[in-house]
């Protein structure tokens, strides 16, 4: 993933485009930041992957470091590198999810193998996994909710009371992102790969098995990567397809009513869409790796209402890279009843005396909650 980025904001940066919006309402990617900087420098992380809270005093933050993988964790004042007993050894961490203060898990993979962890308010356990590790697409997603854990990959498989149920994919169909509801609703998006030829696919949990749902209309060569579920009448799917001839990349948004899909992507643009996450106000907040041109250094994320896009700055690190798109987030989740958001991702820093770019986690709460923030929008 950290690969990933690094070329595509490389690609990018050689790249000339169309202005990022003509419509005037975007806001300025230089105007005052509804978002802060929580993490960032030298620390434990060297990339963070997943995100997720269960109060304003408690969130975990996963990815990998210079070692190997890593778990940081905020104690309702700083992050710290998580050190509870029992952790395995990975070379990532790339999902975590929290039920409660001891009910929280990770998943991770080292070498070709996987690793599944519970944290039960004191130590860290192993959990065997089924299934084979996805060696197309090793950065599982996984979901808990009170009792049961969703997990994807090139099959979908559901965890309670201790036993593992597998519910099998079509050839090349990968689930990248599964939201949840509860124990018997949930959702899960992916693709029916390659790239090139192939479609978006959505799945339905009724308690019982999987479903797959009408496709979402996305364009052509979208890869639709995350899902959001406020309600059985309302669910996101969201991702991005590679612009054509060197263009930015084209993300998409597309919303479930309960019966038929809506595109909402109106003015989001030049974004290589990796996180959203519902408001709580009947909108979304996007982020990832901003390619608007002229290129800007700065971290960007995008409001929606529910009916317009607002593009917003995020808040720049204090040794971050000011030449070229540096920044790349790759989740979000709430920070707990503040109405907040966190943000986890990296960004690289200018080159030093060896020719190199030091690239470092990154996390960033959002200040304003979305209700309150005062939006210039266009669609």
Same mark, same amino acid.
């Given at each position: ?23 005037? *309402?975007?806001?300025? @990617?230089?105007?005052?930041? =509804?978002?802060? @900087? ?17 109060? =304003? +005093? ?72 089924? &299934?084979?590790?996805? =060696? ?80 979402? /209309? ?32 084209? /993300? ?10 809506? =595109? ?5 643009? +030049? ?28 971290? @960007? ?34 920070? &707990?009843?503040? *109405? ?40």
């Amino acid at each position: 993933m950290l690969v990933r980025h690094l070329l595509r904001a490389s690609a990018a940066s050689l790249a000339l485009a169309s202005t990022l919006l003509t419509a005037g *309402g975007a806001q300025a @990617v230089g105007a005052p930041s =509804d978002w802060e @900087v929580s993490l960032s420098g030298h620390s434990p992380a060297g990339s963070l992957m997943s995100v997720s809270s269960v109060s =304003d +005093d408690l969130a975990w933050a996963v990815g990998r470091g210079d070692s190997g993988g890593v778990i940081m964790r905020w104690n309702g004042e700083k992050w710290n590198e998580d050190t509870a007993p029992g952790l395995p050894d990975v070379w990532q961490w790339s999902s975590v999810t929290a039920v409660s203060e001891d009910d929280v898990w990770a998943y991770g993979s080292v070498g070709m193998d996987q690793r599944l962890a519970h944290y039960d308010g004191e130590r860290w356990t192993s959990v065997p996994t089924t &299934g084979p590790a996805d =060696d197309s697409w090793p950065e599982v997603p996984i979901k808990a909710v009170p009792g049961r854990l969703f997990k994807g990959g090139d099959a979908l498989y559901t965890y309670s009371d201790g036993t593992w149920k597998t519910f099998a994919l079509p050839s090349l169909v990968d689930i990248r992102d599964i939201d949840a509801l509860s124990a018997n609703d949930a959702y899960a998006t992916g693709m029916q790969y390659p790239v090139d030829g192939g479609h978006s696919v959505t799945y339905h949990w009724d308690g019982t098995t999987w479903t797959l749902m009408d496709e979402a /209309p996305v364009r052509a060569g979208t890869e639709t990567a995350k899902v959001v579920a406020e309600s059985p009448t309302s669910v996101y799917v969201a991702g991005w397809a590679e612009g054509a001839h060197g263009d930015p990349p084209a /993300p998409s948004v597309e919303h479930w009513n309960g019966t038929a899909w809506e =595109d909402v992507t109106g003015a989001l643009a +030049d974004l290589y869409l990796e996180a959203i996450v519902s408001d709580g106000h009947g909108g979304l907040w996007a982020t990832g790796n901003d390619q608007a041109d002229p290129a800007h250094a700065e971290s @960007v994320f995008w409001h929606f209402d529910g009916t317009t896009w607002t593009r917003k700055a995020g808040a720049p690190a204090p040794d971050g890279d000011t030449t070229w798109p540096s920044y790349s987030f790759y989740d979000l989740a709430p920070v &707990g009843s503040t *109405g907040g958001f966190w943000a986890v991702g990296d960004y690289s820093t200018p080159l030093n005396a060896d020719g190199d770019r030091p690239v470092y986690g990154l996390i960033e709460q959002s200040t304003t909650a979305p209700g309150a923030a005062a939006a210039t929008s266009s669609r």
